[in-house]
C-alpha cells in the first residue's frame, strides 16, 4: 500500500517559534488501488511517500508532483541491476516528519492565540506516542536481530567453547550403562533440557552381525601354530585379547573353516588379479588383500568372480598415518553397503551373509609370517608383498560371526524455521560406543549454542533437523533406516546434509570435503576458520575436495543426491593408497587423550556452526551451480575416451550456468530484490541440480552419485575409472572365458559405452534444468512488468 501526503502549508521546521499556520491542516490520502489488487507478498510492501512543502506554493499548491521522482524517506529500497526484480523485504518502520512554515502575519495574529494552547497538547500528545513507539520499536528490533547480521554468526561462535564440549564429553561419557539404548536416551533427555521442542526417539528391529562366543583364527597347516587376527599365537591369549574380538572381524562375512593356499594380491586391482591367475588356479585359495585404492566392496566382488574362497585383509604399514601404530593390530570392517541386510536381502548358499567370502581383517604383523615377507620389520617402509618364487603358506580360516535380531536407536530433534519450515538442513553425528562421544558432544554444543540464539528472538528461515544415528559401525543402519521410512518427504525438502560422523580422528590434517555445489562456501569457512588457528600461525591451507564420504553421508549423497559437507581433523591426506583406509575401524582413542583441550573439537563445532547457519539462514541457498560444471569439465580431461560431443554439452552446461548464477542468483542475494516466492522457486532448482547426476547401478562401493570421486591421481568420474578396469577384467574374470574374442571385444567396450552414455545423459539432464530455470525467471519477470 502507497501513501501520499497533500500539504498547503509552506515548508518549514515544527519547532521554534513559527509554528503558526493560516488554518486548520489540510490531509489528503490517496490510496494505490492498484497494489491493493496484487496479491500474496506484493500486500507487504507499503512505503510513507512524504512531499515537502515548498515556500513558493504555499498558496497555490499546483499539480501534484510524480511519486517517482520523490526519494524515500529511508533508504531500504534496493534495485536490481537489471531493474526488472521485485523487492523482498522492507523496513515498515518509517517515520512521517510534518513540516510547516509561518503563513501571512494577520493570519498568524487571528488564529495563533487560538491554536497555541491546542496545539501544545497534541503535541505533548504526539510526543508520547512517539517515545512509546521508538521505547517498542526498539524493543523488537533487539529480541529480533537481522539475519543478515554478522553479529549473529559472532554471538553463536562466541557460545562455542572447548570448556564447555569438555563438559559435554565427560557428562557422555560417564554414563553407566553403555548400551546403545542407554546412550540414545540420554541424548533424548539432553536435546529436550537445551531447548529443542520437537524430539523424537525411534528404533529399528534389525539384523546384526557381531563377534561369536569364541575368537576367529588362522592356522599355519605346515607349523600347526594357530593365530589371533592381531598375530597372538592363540595359546597365548590374554585377559586384554576378549576386548579386542569386537574389532577383529568382518561384520557378514560368511562363517566357517576353509583349508587353502594363501595368495598375494597386494590392493586385489585388475592387473594385480591378472598375475595371480596367470600363474595358478585361484579357486578355493585364499586372498591376502591390502587396503587402499578402491572401495573393499569392489574388492571382493572381484574375488568372488575369480573363484576365491576367502580373503585376509590388512593394512600396509607404509600407507598408515604417520605415527599410528598400527603393526599388532587388527581392525573390523563391515560388508554391509548401508541399510538392514534382512531387508536388502542375504545370501542363503553362505549362510545368511552378504558374500560367499570367509573375509577375515589381520595385523601387519600377520599378514608379514603369512606372506613370509622380506620387509625389515616396524619401522620399515618396504611395501609388504611375498618374494618371487617363495611356497605358499596352507592355511585354515576359521569364522565364527554370529547373526541376531537387535534393536537399534534414533534420536531426531526439529529446530523449526519460519519462513520456510519444509525445508530442512539435517545434522547427522552418531552414538556408537567405539565412537567414545565425541561427535554427540559437540552435537549437544551445536543445539546449545543455535537454541540460545532462539532464546534471545532469532527464527532461523529453514527448519534444523538434528539427527544422531545408531548402528553406524556395521553398514549406517540407523541413518538408512530413518531415510527410507522418510525418503518422499526428504527428495522434496532436504536442502543440505551436514555430516558430523568422525569429527576429531587425529590432529595432523584439517580436512573438508564437500559435494561441488557446496565447495565455495565450505572452502570460506576453513579459510576463515584457519586465520584463527590454533597451532599459532603454523597451519595447513585450505583442503576440500568431493571424495566420497564414508559413514551415514553415504545415504543422503548417494541415494538422494542432497548436497553435503563434513569438517574433519585426521592423521593424513587421502591420497590414492590411503583413501579407503576409514573402511578400516580400528579401536579408537577416547576424545580426552586425542584432543586433551578439546580445541579440535571447538575448531570443527565452530566451522560446522558457521555452514548450518548459513544454510539456514541465507535467502538465497550457498549453492554454486557453475562448480559443478567446472568440476564436470575437470573430471573430462582424458580426451581419449570422451567424445566430441560430450565436450561441447559439457561446456555448454558451464556456459548456462555461469549465466544462471550471475543473472538470477547474484541480484537475489539482496533480500530486497525479489519476493519470497521467486527465491522460493530460485532455491528449488538449485537444490534440485545435483539430483541430475544420480544414476542407477554402479559397481560395489562406488556410489551412484556421479560428483563424488575416488581418490587419484587424477580427476575422474568413478564409473568411467571402473569402466576402464572393467574392460582388463574381462581378459581376467572367469566368465568371460565363454566367450570368443569377438564376443569379449563387444562386451568389454560396451561396458565403457554404457558409462559414457550415463555420463553424457547427466550432464544434459543439468543443463536442461539450468535452462528451465532461466526461462522460468525470465517469465516470471515478463509478467511482473
Avoid at 544414476?695 to 587419484?712: A, W
Wanted: charged letters at 20%; hydrophobic letters at 35%.
Amino acid at each position: 500500500m502507497a501513501y501520499r501526503k497533500v500539504c498547503d502549508a509552506q515548508g518549514g521546521p515544527l519547532v521554534g517559534e513559527g509554528l503558526h499556520c493560516s488554518g486548520g491542516l489540510d490531509l489528503d490520502w490517496d490510496l494505490d488501488k492498484e497494489e491493493l489488487q496484487e496479491p500474496g507478498p506484493s500486500m507487504d510492501r507499503m512505503q510513507m511517500q512524504h512531499i515537502d512543502c515548498q515556500r513558493s506554493a504555499c498558496s497555490d499548491p499546483g499539480p501534484d508532483p510524480d511519486p517517482e521522482l520523490m526519494e524515500p524517506i529511508q533508504p531500504s529500497v534496493s534495485v536490481s541491476p537489471h531493474g526488472r526484480f521485485e523487492r523482498l523485504q522492507e523496513d515498515p518502520n518509517y517515520i512521517s516528519h510534518f513540516t510547516r512554515a509561518p503563513a501571512h502575519k494577520g493570519q498568524r495574529r487571528l488564529h495563533c492565540s487560538l491554536l497555541r494552547y491546542f496545539l501544545a497538547a497534541v503535541g505533548l500528545f504526539v510526543l508520547g506516542l512517539l517515545i512509546g513507539w521508538f521505547t517498542h520499536t526498539h524493543s523488537v528490533k533487539r529480541l529480533v536481530p537481522p539475519s543478515d547480521s554478522s553479529d549473529l554468526l559472532e554471538e553463536l561462535l562466541r557460545g562455542i567453547t572447548a570448556e564447555k564440549i569438555d563438559a559435554l564429553q565427560k557428562s557422555f561419557s560417564s554414563l553407566p550403562d553403555d548400551s546403545e539404548e542407554a546412550r540414545a536416551r540420554y541424548l533424548y533427555r539432553q536435546w529436550v533440557g537445551l531447548g529443542l521442542t520437537d524430539v523424537h526417539l525411534s528404533n529399528h528391529t534389525v539384523l546384526l552381525s557381531l563377534p561369536g562366543s569364541t575368537p576367529n583364527t588362522i592356522t599355519d597347516r605346515s607349523s600347526h601354530q594357530c593365530f589371533l587376527p592381531n598375530g597372538t599365537p592363540c595359546d597365548q591369549r590374554g585377559p586384554n585379547d576378549l576386548p579386542r574380538q569386537q574389532f577383529s572381524y568382518a561384520a557378514y562375512s560368511a562363517v566357517g573353516s576353509l583349508q587353502g593356499e594363501v595368495v598375494d594380491v597386494r590392493y586385489g586391482s585388475v592387473d594385480d588379479l591378472r598375475r595371480a591367475k596367470d600363474s595358478l588356479n585361484l579357486t578355493n585359495r585364499i586372498a591376502v588383500v591390502k587396503l587402499g585404492q578402491a572401495p573393499l566392496l569392489y574388492k571382493l566382488s572381484l574375488l568372488s568372480e575369480l573363484g576365491f574362497g576367502g580373503a585376509l585383509l590388512y593394512v600396509d604399514p607404509c600407507d598408515a598415518p604417520p605415527g599410528r601404530q598400527i603393526w599388532n593390530q587388527a581392525f573390523r570392517v563391515t560388508l554391509n553397503p548401508g541399510g538392514n541386510p534382512a531387508i536388502a536381502g542375504l545370501s542363503r548358499e553362505a549362510g545368511g551373509s552378504l558374500t560367499s567370502l570367509l573375509v577375515q581383517p589381520i595385523s601387519a604383523f600377520l599378514a608379514k609370517k603369512l606372506l613370509s615377507s622380506s620387509s625389515a620389520g616396524q619401522d620399515s617402509c618396504v611395501p609388504l608383498a611375498m618374494p618371487p618364487n617363495t611356497e605358499r603358506k596352507k592355511i585354515t580360516l576359521t569364522v565364527g560371526s554370529q547373526l541376531s535380531y537387535k534393536k537399534i536407536y534414533n534420536v531426531v530433534g526439529y529446530l523449526k524455521g519460519r519462513r520456510n519450515p519444509d525445508r530442512y538442513v539435517l545434522v547427522g553425528s552418531r552414538h556408537d560406543s567405539d565412537q567414545r562421544g565425541g561427535a554427540s558432544a559437540i552435537m549437544n554444543q551445536l543445539i546449545a549454542a543455535l537454541t540460545e540464539q532462539t532464546k534471545q528472538g532469532w527464527v532461523p528461515d529453514r527448519t534444523t533437523v538434528f539427527c544422531s544415528w545408531g548402528g553406524s559401525a556395521l553398514g549406517n543402519i540407523g541413518s538408512y533406516e530413518w531415510g527410507k521410512d522418510n525418503s518422499v518427504v526428504l527428495q522434496s525438502s532436504a536442502v543440505a546434509y551436514v555430516s558430523l560422523n568422525s569429527p576429531v580422528r587425529g590432529t595432523e590434517t584439517l580436512r573438508a570435503a564437500a559435494s561441488p555445489t557446496l565447495l565455495q562456501l565450505t572452502s570460506d569457512i576453513q579459510r576463515r576458520q584457519l586465520l584463527s588457528c590454533i597451532r599459532g600461525g603454523n597451519c595447513p591451507g585450505p583442503n576440500v575436495s568431493s571424495l566420497q564420504l564414508p559413514g551415514d553421508v553415504s545415504f543422503f549423497a548417494n541415494q538422494l543426491a542432497v548436497p553435503t559437507v563434513e569438517f574433519a581433523f585426521e592423521q593424513t591426506k587421502a591420497e590414492e593408497n590411503t583413501g579407503f583406509l576409514s573402511e578400516a575401524q580400528f579401536s579408537v582413542e577416547s576424545p580426552e587423550t586425542l584432543d586433551p583441550l578439546f580445541k579440535f573439537h571447538e575448531t570443527i563445532a565452530k566451522m560446522t556452526a558457521e555452514a548450518i547457519l548459513r544454510l539456514v539462514n541465507d535467502p538465497v541457498l550457498p549453492f554454486y551451480p557453475l562448480d559443478i560444471a567446472l568440476d564436470v569439465q575437470n573430471k573430462l580431461k582424458d580426451k581419449s575416451v570422451v567424445s566430441p560431443s560430450m565436450l561441447s554439452s559439457a561446456a555448454s552446461l558451464r556456459d548456462h550456468a555461469a549465466f544462471f548464477q550471475s543473472e538470477t542468483m547474484r541480484p537475489a542475494n539482496d533480500p530486497k530484490e525479489r519476493d519470497p516466492s521467486h527465491v522460493r522457486m530460485l532455491n528449488d532448482v538449485l537444490r534440485d541440480l545435483e539430483k541430475s547426476f544420480i544414476i542407477t547401478q554402479t559397481p560395489p562401493g562406488v556410489y551412484r552419485n556421479l560428483l563424488y570421486s575416488l581418490p587419484g591421481k587424477t580427476p575422474l568420474f568413478s564409473v568411467l575409472r571402473f569402466s576402464q578396469e572393467a574392460a582388463l577384467h574381462c581378459n581376467v574374470s572367469s566368465k568371460a572365458i565363454k566367450h570368443n574374442a569377438a564376443d569379449k571385444e563387444v562386451l568389454c567396450h560396451s561396458t565403457m559405452n554404457q558409462s559414457l552414455s550415463l555420463i553424457l545423459r547427466a550432464i544434459r539432464s543439468a543443463e536442461r534444468l539450468v535452462c528451465f530455470g532461466l526461462d522460468l525467471f525470465e517469465n516470471y519477470q515478463r509478467g511482473a512488468k
